[in-house]
């Protein structure tokens, strides 16, 4: 078990979209054994802040309106943020925040929602990738 | 050979200039005798559908008037799903379509290219990759 | 050291967040020991041009206009060229230019900055990779 090593996600995008892929992949990983650490950077981070975590965050341009539209219904019904809690009680699953991103944002940790457990830089982030690193 | 694990590529976005880039890098996965995994999901799974895959897909928002019209005359002369096909021929590259994003868009398997192989579970895909993840 | 192998990114996107995002991980890979291997495509590749690799690159389209303001000031502060020349004194950090885009966009080597060490094909990038691909 774990021998692909872990899976270390970049959460750049903050589209509601991308934030649900992430989360599948990060409920995914933690089914099959395997440790994940997701990095919370630019508009991925500006999405776990606690006073808009759960407003309307739009889809990736090429949605369009139909499809922006059906990923804020989808959205509303299986939030990404309900599903990383499942990911956490299913498994091994680490949300930093990035620091720079931080300084970037002028944030400080009690801005952003208890999801996330940390605030890390990157060579930690870098040190703890065993396996995959990807960027969303 | 495939000392380094497979490559898995989870395929969200649903331009032909992104799907462009996917195609190369199958090819380039198959060539060098590394197993390739693609796992559609949204606007990527849309991009497969039977009724438009060889329609115009558009490019990233950075293509500007000119770049798109550029990814658009090349996709006409050398369009993703051919150079899919190319790689099939090449090595071993399986395509299935994420079994959430089907319930998504509310299609079945018969409304998929013929280039799809199945549809599958984020944890089949996951137990797959024994190398990278990348999302593109 | 370099136990998890290279750390290869595939730079496709061209905007200043992501390719600051990009020039983060390089520093971050390179200070841990990792050698990193960049691998320019589409509108990454086309932001290296020699007569554009300082001009403003706008801001990944969930940015908003507010964003795209924080964006532009930081990348004047601390542009992502900078930090990637950083990057190269640190470790072993390869820059290569996708042999398929120059071809796209019918530039030469010349056009490019000189962070650009060579111009390759998908192959030899894929040979290289003994690590992550991540694709930005």
């Not at 299913?90 to 944002?105: D, H, P, Q, R, Y």
Request: charged share 25%; proline share 2%.
């Amino acid at each position: 078990m774990d021998e692909e090593g872990s899976l270390s996600l970049i959460v750049f995008s903050g589209t509601d979209d991308k934030l649900t892929s992430a989360a599948i992949l990060a409920i995914g990983a933690a089914a099959m054994g395997r440790k994940v650490n997701l990095f919370l950077q630019y508009w991925g981070l500006d999405a776990f802040r606690t006073d808009r975590i759960t407003s309307s965050h739009g889809a990736a341009p090429e949605a369009g309106a139909t499809g922006t539209k059906l990923i804020a219904e989808h959205t509303a019904k299986a939030h990404w943020s309900e599903m990383l809690r499942q990911a956490k009680d299913i498994g091994t699953v680490k949300i930093a925040a990035c620091a720079k991103s931080m300084e970037l944002f002028q944030i400080g940790k009690d801005d952003l929602d208890p999801l996330v457990d940390e605030v890390e830089g990157v060579a930690t982030f870098i040190a703890d990738a065993t396996g995959p690193i990807t960027f969303i």
